[in-house]
């Protein structure tokens, strides 16, 4: 039940395309879904996060799309470059401040 | 403002040592979280320290243990290691007990021969 699952493991887009990537959960009493980029070498960063209550949220090119009653949520990146290439992974939040993670989406924009 | 920062950046042992990882949280951050991203198993959440306290606890055995310092940094210590202990072990913080976002570091990349 405290499993994230996310779809599809690898997308390959043209420049200017948009790469969707989802999510799926079962745990109802997660209460906070955040998106971060991975690049090679690095550290996750934090790109978007969402709330239940909310059905949409974007900033800049990200936009996070929520739906409550179907357990899903998904990343779409609008207008993407080839600097966006890199690993996308969403997660959500449990009691106790513990993030559990899906298993990532390896993006690539060709030029 | 400076991020979390994390050493050493590589760290190589042999089974049966232990290993020692340390965490700086980004300034006026009092929560330090633990993740260990290790090849196909994903990010998966090991520790959770808030004001010098242990707050929560992942699926690892007791050989991974940590403390959190009064100046807010972290020690993640792991005992007797195995060659599974292999994984990039990365370090974040938030603003505490309600903080929602939480920002890694560049992780410590550690290797069990």
């Known amino acids: 039940q405290q499993q994230v699952k996310q779809s599809p493991q690898s997308l390959i887009v043209q420049k200017g395309g948009i790469p969707i990537i989802n999510c799926a959960y079962e745990?109802?009493?997660?209460?906070?879904f955040p998106w971060y980029q991975q690049f090679p070498g690095k550290g996750p960063a934090l790109l978007i996060a969402i709330r239940p209550d909310v059905s949409e949220k974007k900033e800049g090119r990200f936009t996070i799309s929520f739906n409550k009653s179907a357990k899903q949520f998904s990343l779409h990146i609008m207008d993407s470059q080839p600097g966006d290439s890199a690993t996308y992974f969403c997660?959500?939040?449990?009691?106790?401040?513990?993030?559990?993670f899906g298993g990532g989406t390896r993006v690539l924009v060709k030029p | 403002e400076a991020g979390v920062t994390q050493s050493p950046t590589h760290l190589i042992k042999t089974r049966g040592q232990q290993a020692t990882l340390r965490c700086s949280p980004i300034s006026g951050h009092t929560s330090v979280y633990w993740y260990q991203q290790a090849l196909g198993l994903g990010l998966q959440f090991l520790l959770w320290y808030d004001e010098g306290e242990e707050r929560n606890r992942g699926n690892f055995p007791p050989r991974f243990s940590g403390r959190q310092f009064p100046n807010y940094s972290s020690e993640l210590n792991v005992n007797a290691l195995e060659l599974e202990d292999s994984a990039l072990y990365l370090c974040a913080s938030s603003w505490g007990w309600g903080g929602d976002e939480q920002y890694f570091g560049p992780g410590t990349r550690l290797t069990v021969t």
């Open positions: 997660a959500a939040r449990a009691a106790g401040n513990k993030l559990t």
């Open positions: 745990n109802t009493a997660f209460d906070y």
